[in-house]
């Protein structure tokens, strides 16, 4: 061993093969532990600091790890062999057959941030050596441009073999990219001349035949349903061929081939040489007719209307194509794609003079199946080509259906036995589970706490395990919580720990600048002089605090702790637990707790509290009046009866999570002016105080961020505000405006506590819907659609003041346009409620529409519900303005449709 | 025991094409053999080796769309080299499998199971969009490499394709070995989701029809990506057509990893309307497996999706209680055996399974259903004892609780059964209740 680390400190890379010449696997094995850094002695360790990228290193790891896909990682993390994989060949020979051939697999297999360079040039070594066969992996040919020093000509020259690959690139996914560099890290593609140059010399393009053969390979490459990605690159290699125009022509079917690949740049390029050889009367044009109709339904509208106008031209030339270009074109007339209807409306319009009789029937019938009920400019463009009209409604002013009632709330079922006690827990430790079922499993846990279950060692023992893995940052986690009260019931384990706030974090330069009543404590700080020797510098100061918070997560969280000692020194019945899935208690049932509980201790302040909040507001005054509460839950329940919200939307700085050295950013919030302050052990109060979404705005975050599953902590939420759906919205302003761009963004249980309302949405909610109509999760704007939906279909949202509160959040460009369309549309698609509430917030939002990016979808969006559902609505002037105009426009056709209405 | 198993490749050449005025013609090889084993030796008379259906060609005809046929058979083979969930840690291994045909009743069928065994693809040929010459029933696997795939991606709607699949005469004649060869290391659990999907198949029905145009629509505005774990329903709205719903309601059908049936997009163009086949759901529903088929002409796009991306069709559990019965029993050529050994493929328009004996021998594949081992390693030791009411199973040292047909389900109280509460089938523990049951299998609690 001394010698190969003598060989490493010297970065000796023949010294290295020769210790290791002739030793087994099993002594190569034992070096390589000897030299590694994790297994390796202390000395050791020292002895080879600063070797990790020496050639040396890497050649006496490949020589004695056991592991082929180890070896292949420290190829790709060192650079020992970026300059000379020739020298590493000696000690490679030296492993077994076997053992190279899956070295080989691994040096595609290692992880992709690792470079690919060294693993291409090293495998490429070996293959010239003879040393493995080789690959059929097809990133073998596409790592070649970036891997490949220098230019390819020159490469090539030294290493003929190359020329083969690159022709296989042609057929080889990512080749394409690797060419324009967009192949990975570095980017060594050929994007400057002379790389170019040096391929096209590389690939002989030179001569004559050759040359025309790189042209056809890079034509059929552009066919070959290869990623999108590729094209751009197998485009630039075409281009960089001169091709000539009677090159063109002679291969203009080749051309047309292209007008069916999926990436637009093909597409594009492809429309732009046949457009030439149009112009230039070489194109066979019947051929580009009968291949149109795969470009006219495409998604992208670009191609679209570039083929119209290929058309046009064409039956401008060619008159006699009328009846294949308008039987190509009308079956692909869609609705939903108005301007692009227009356009090809206007085509069939210009065809129609040449169609006879038998011909325009036909081309009729296309359209009336592709749309059967154009809109009125539609129809005038199409002309004699129109469906026959249908018998329509006269438009009117809207009205919307009548509101279907709530449904009955189903009962709350509460669990059997023990035995289904532990199959719940069993769920709860592993999955985030609907918030109800917490509370069936609160409810028993307490009332069955004096049994235990068979399976009650297993269970216990999970829930341990549980609880010690689950990183619970700010001790919030529900489902450790959830473990802690298991552990409890089955074990006698200690409550849970009591959460009443936020921990903060924050760095000061000193002890005396630190905030006072913090912890402060002093982190030594040293430089790394190298060969062992520290340098002290000035320390850091850290200081931690508490803040006390009364957040909906800290009142759940702050709940379920208290169960952990309810378990232990009762009452021997929770207050809180619901009897139907609403959320509410029955009122003769919350009696019944109450005086059952009125001699034991009266209960504990949560389940008290919570108790309180879930009692209908109906049912209230019932409850009130029987006298069975103390003073103070009297004067909550009285609040909660007597409330009555002033709702004030405030832009404000937010302050920052955790590490307050971080400052926070700008923040809409709505307060309630009525409330008063809360308190971390009135949940009454707590959750009514709103200041903490300003206060601790940047905490909010900071859990949904830092707490894993905490989706199930939102849904707790909701068990909080079963009545007050604006409170529960306002909660959600800070994760509604942080989480709008995450491409999984878990507010789900808040949208779907939103839609589950039972009462009138007021300005909070609105604005919350409108936010999540924004997001870029689907999934969030699909749930903010149903939501939407479902409290339109109850007569309880009102879409004017739904567009109202978009309205400013699009002014504010705190929502993206085509997102809350999106989300809009897809809402009026569930229901006709639904519909009639988004044509009035769409209707609403006319008002911003004509000035805002975007803001033709809008417009749109209006008209087609406006069309469909036969409803007469207000233009706004600048709305108005547009439909008296002629311009193409999607916003100035969109505007003419509402305008027709009226 | 291996989690693989070795599959060799063997051609005698590549799979190759050529256009001719406009016209394609296609060869495509069939693999020597389809099993784990070396293909056999020639004889002693240097005669060269036959596969295990001879040495005719496996087809040989024209198909009527050459367009539909070259596109469709594009989209297998990607699939096929294509992982759409990488679990996070892992590195990207590429044990891509070659697709395999089948010709049964007239129907040629090209499929094909993604590395992450998420997904299934399968062209159908009808007999209507073939003209056949030659043509004999069996499954084998073909090879569809880059030149190949070059030449497909050309092919535009023109006189039909001339196909052949398998070796004609003068390749035996000269064959000295295979002139390609490829090894891969198949995951069991690939060979086992091969079985699986169409197991899952099989329970579903039409759910939806859309026209082409509405097709376009709905899968043009699939989101491009979505957390691994999420799965998305597909449910009607007015008017006709599908939105993606957040939730399961009746009639809706669970769309997992929705940006996966963006396989279907360059389909598109050719499609002449779009068929959505699920199983029952209700509010409560947790995410299965779907199928979405493409209708074109004289063919047919069939893609099955796993319940999520992150998820495989092997995992689901789908044929563990047949497997179970019949492994108490003498069944071992029930339909869900022949299935579970991927001998059956499924085909939903027509509703009826069809003969596909894959080129694997699953029945000396290790681990194919581990869950059902460790399940009857468990009823042998005795694992299974009750206690009172109880019924308990033994397991790492400790009593889980099972209980059998609570509410049409069985229960467990292990942190499996927790955590996937009868989604992918039952746990072991609550198969090995069900094996020591004195009934049977299909359900009753031991004495």
């Known amino acids: 061993m001394d010698l190969v680390v003598r060989a490493i400190v010297d970065d000796r890379v023949p010294d290295v093969v020769a210790v290791l010449d002739g030793a087994t696997e099993a002594e190569r094995a034992r070096l390589a532990a000897a030299i590694d850094s994790g297994t390796s002695s202390w000395a050791t360790t020292e002895l080879l600091r600063g070797t990790s990228d020496s050639a040396a290193r890497l050649a006496a790891q490949l020589g004695t790890v056991p592991s082929p896909r180890a070896a292949a990682l420290a190829v790709g993390m060192g650079r020992g062999s970026w300059e000379h994989e020739d020298w590493l060949l000696p000690v490679l020979g030296q492993r077994p057959d076997g053992w190279l051939e899956r070295f080989a697999v691994a040096l595609f297999a290692a992880d992709d941030w690792l470079d690919k360079r060294p693993r291409w040039r090293l495998l490429r070594a070996m293959v010239r050596a003879g040393m493995v066969a080789e690959p059929t992996d097809p990133r073998y040919v596409s790592w070649l441009f970036e891997a490949v020093r220098g230019p390819l000509d020159q490469a090539a020259q030294a290493d003929p073999g190359l020329v083969p690959l690159l022709w296989r690139a042609f057929s080889t996914e990512e080749a394409g990219a690797a060419l324009t560099g967009g192949g990975g890290p570095g980017g060594g593609g050929p994007r400057r001349d002379e790389h170019w140059a040096g391929l096209l010399t590389a690939l002989g393009t030179g001569d004559p035949g050759t040359r025309v053969r790189a042209i056809d390979a890079s034509l059929r490459a552009l066919g070959a349903g290869l990623p999108d990605r590729d094209a751009a690159g197998f485009l630039a290699l075409h281009g960089r061929l001169g091709v000539t125009a009677s090159e063109r022509r002679d291969r203009q079917y080749a051309y047309l081939r292209l007008l069916a690949a999926h990436p637009l740049v093909t597409v594009t390029f492809a429309q732009q040489v046949l457009g030439e050889l149009l112009a230039d009367g070489r194109l066979d044009a019947r051929a580009l007719v009968d291949a149109s109709a795969d470009v006219l339904v495409r998604a992208d509208r670009k191609s679209v209307v570039a083929h119209l106008a290929l058309l046009a031209r064409i039956l401008a030339s060619d008159p006699a194509l009328a009846p294949a270009i308008a039987v190509v074109v009308a079956p692909t007339l869609d609705p939903e794609r108005a301007d692009l209807a227009l356009r090809t409306a206007r085509l069939l319009h210009d065809c129609a003079r040449h169609l006879d009789d038998d011909a325009r029937e036909g081309v009729r019938a296309a359209i009336t199946q592709a749309l059967p009920a154009p809109w009125p400019e539609l129809r005038a463009t199409l002309g004699t080509l129109a469906p026959a009209a249908l018998p329509t409604a006269p438009a009117r002013p809207a009205v919307c259906p009548v509101p279907i009632d709530l449904p009955a709330p189903e009962a709350v079922t509460a669990i059997a036995d023990v035995r289904e006690l532990a199959e719940v827990f069993a769920h709860l430790l592993e999955e985030p589970a609907p918030a109800l079922e917490i509370e069936r499993a609160l409810e028993a846990v307490v009332r069955l706490r004096a049994e235990l279950p068979s399976s009650a060692r297993a269970l216990s023992k999970r829930a341990r395990k549980v609880g010690e893995s689950v990183v619970d940052e700010m001790d919030l986690n529900v489902r450790r919580r959830i473990a802690d009260l298991v552990v409890r019931w089955l074990d006698d384990g200690p409550p849970s720990t009591q959460c009443r706030g936020y921990q903060l974090h924050g760095s000061a330069p000193d002890r005396a600048s630190a905030p006072p009543g913090t912890a402060v404590r002093e982190v030594p700080m040293h430089q790394n002089l190298g060969e062992g020797r520290l340098a002290a510098l000035p320390s850091a100061w850290w200081w931690t605090a508490q803040e006390p918070a009364w957040t909906p997560s800290i009142l759940a969280v702050a709940r379920l702790h208290e169960v952990t000692v309810t378990l232990r020194e009762g009452p021997a019945l929770l207050l809180s637990t619901p009897t139907r899935g609403d959320w509410t208690i029955d009122p003769d049932e919350v009696l019944a707790r109450l005086r059952t509980v009125a001699g034991a201790a009266g209960g504990r302040p949560h389940d008290r509290g919570t108790a309180l909040l879930r009692i209908a507001p109906g049912d209230r005054a019932a409850v009130l009046s029987a006298g069975v509460l103390a003073d103070d839950d009297d004067a909550r329940l009285d609040l909660l009866a007597q409330r009555s919200p002033r709702w004030r939307r405030t832009v404000t700085p937010g302050l920052g999570g955790r590490f307050r050295s971080f400052a926070g950013h700008e923040t809409l919030a709505w307060l309630d002016d009525s409330s008063t302050p809360g308190t971390v052990t009135d949940p009454v109060r707590g959750v009514l105080d709103l200041s903490s979404t300003v206060r601790q705005h940047g905490s909010y975050v900071d859990e949904a961020t830092w707490e894993p599953q905490h989706e199930a902590t939102l849904g707790l939420w909701a068990g909080l505000t079963p009545f007050d759906t604006d409170v529960l919205a306002a909660h959600a302003h800070p994760l509604l405006l942080s989480w709008d761009e995450k491409p999984t963004a878990g507010v789900g249980p808040l949208l779907d506590a939103i839609g589950a309302a039972s009462a009138p949405l007021g300005a909070p909610s609105l604005s919350a819907l409108g936010l999540a109509a924004g997001f870029r999760d689907a999934t969030v704007r699909s749930r903010a659609a149903e939501a939407i939906a479902r409290c339109a279909s109850h007569g309880l949202l009102d879409g004017t003041a739904l567009g109202a509160q978009a309205e400013v959040l699009v002014v504010e460009k705190r929502v993206k346009v085509n997102r809350l369309v999106s989300t809009l549309r897809d809402a009026s698609g569930i229901s006709d409620h639904a519909a009639h509430t988004v044509l009035a917030a769409s209707a609403r939002l006319l008002t911003i529409a004509p000035t805002t990016p975007g803001g033709g979808a809008i417009i749109e969006l209006a008209a087609v519900l406006a069309e469909s559902h036969r409803v007469r609505v207000p233009l706004p002037a600048a709305v108005a303005a547009l439909a008296a105009g002629r311009a193409g426009t999607k916003s100035a056709m969109a505007a003419r449709r509402l305008a027709a209405l009226t | ?447």
């Open chain 2, 1 to 447: 025991m291996a989690d693989t198993v070795v599959q060799h490749y063997r051609y005698v050449a590549r799979s190759r094409g050529e256009l001719v005025d406009g016209q394609p013609t296609v060869r495509l090889e069939t693999a020597l053999t389809g099993t784990g084993d070396p293909a056999p030796a020639a004889t002693a008379s240097g005669a060269p080796a036959h596969d295990e259906y001879g040495a005719d060609p496996f087809f040989t005809g024209s198909a009527e769309r050459a367009d539909v046929v070259a596109a469709g058979l594009l989209r297998v083979a990607e699939v096929a080299r294509t992982r759409y969930y990488l679990p996070p840690g892992l590195a990207r291994r590429l044990a891509f499998a070659d697709p395999i045909i089948t010709a049964e009743s007239g129907h040629l069928r090209f499929e094909s199971l993604s590395a992450c065994c998420g997904v299934y693809a399968r062209l159908d040929v009808l007999p209507g969009g073939l003209d056949t010459t030659r043509a004999r029933h069996g499954t084998t696997n073909i090879d569809v490499n880059g030149e190949l795939r070059a030449l497909l991606g050309q092919v535009v709607r023109t006189d039909p394709m001339q196909l052949q699949v398998g070796r004609d005469d003068v390749a035996v004649r000269t064959l000295d070995g295979s002139a390609v060869e490829r090894r891969v290391d198949l995951p069991v659990r690939w060979i086992s989701s091969l079985g699986a999907q169409q197991a899952a198949a099989s329970r579903m029905t039409l759910r939806h029809e859309l026209d082409a145009g509405a097709a376009r629509r709905f899968v043009r505005g699939l989101p491009r990506s979505s957390a691994s774990t999420r799965a998305v329903w597909a449910s009607a709205v007015a008017g006709g057509g599908l939105r993606l719903a957040s939730r399961p309601a009746a009639g809706s059908v669970c769309l997992g990893g929705p940006e996966r049936l963006r396989v279907l997009e360059p389909l598109l163009r050719l499609a002449t309307g779009l068929r959505v086949y699920g199983e029952a759901v209700d509010p409560r529903s947790e995410p299965v497996a779907s199928c979405w088929e493409l209708l074109l002409p004289h063919a047919r796009f069939v893609l099955g999706l796993s319940p999520q991306a992150s998820r495989g069709f092997s995992g689901e559990g789908a044929l563990l209680d047949d497997l179970a019965q019949a492994h108490a029993g003498t069944d071992t050529d029930s339909d869900a055996v022949r299935a579970a050994n991927g001998q059956l493929g499924y085909d939903p328009a027509e509703q009826r399974f069809f003969p596909r004996l894959l080129p694997f021998d699953l029945r000396a594949v290790p681990r194919a259903n581990p869950r059902l081992e460790a399940a009857r390693t468990l009823a042998a030791d005795g694992a299974v004892h009750a206690v009172g009411e109880d019924v308990l199973v033994r397991s790492a040292g400790v009593d889980y609780a099972v209980r059998l047909g609570v509410d049409d389900t069985d229960r467990c109280t292990c942190a499996w059964y927790g955590k996937h509460r009868g989604a992918r089938g039952p746990c072991k523990h609550v198969l090995a209740v069900r094996l020591s049951s004195p009934s049977g299998p299909t359900g009753g609690n031991p004495t």
